[in-house]
C-alpha cells in the first residue's frame, strides 16, 4: 500500500514537473508554469519519505520508474536554467527571449526537486530506513 501510495505521489509530481515546461507561451517573458515546483517538490518528498521507509526494491522500482523519466527532464531543465538559458527559451524552444530574472531561483528549485528524487530513490534501493526493531 505504501508503493501504490508512493507511486501516486510521485506521478502527479512527475505530470506536474512535465506539464510546468509545455504549459505556457510565455507571454510577455513571464514563465509562470515553471514557478509549480513547490507542488513537484512536495509530492516527491512525501513519495520518496513513503518508499524510503522499509523499503521493497522491486516495490521502489515499479513506483519510480515511470517517474523518474519527468525526473529526468527537469533535472535538465533545473541544468539548463543554471547554465544561463532563458526559462522562455525552455517552454517555447525559441532563442529569441531574454532572461526573464527568475532563473536562478528557478535552477535552485528544480534542482532540488530533482536532487530529492535522485537521492530518495537511491537510499530507498540501497535499503532505506530500517528501525532498530526489524
Known sequence: MRAFTAFLLLMVGALNGLLAGMAETCTQNAPDSLWVFPVTLLCNVLG???LCWRPNRLAVLAAAIVPAASALRYSMIALQLANGTPACTLITGSTAWEPSGGETTLAIG???TALIFWIGLAYALTGGYRPQDD
Open 48 to 50: 520518496m519519505a513513503l
Open 110 to 112: 528544480w534542482g532540488v
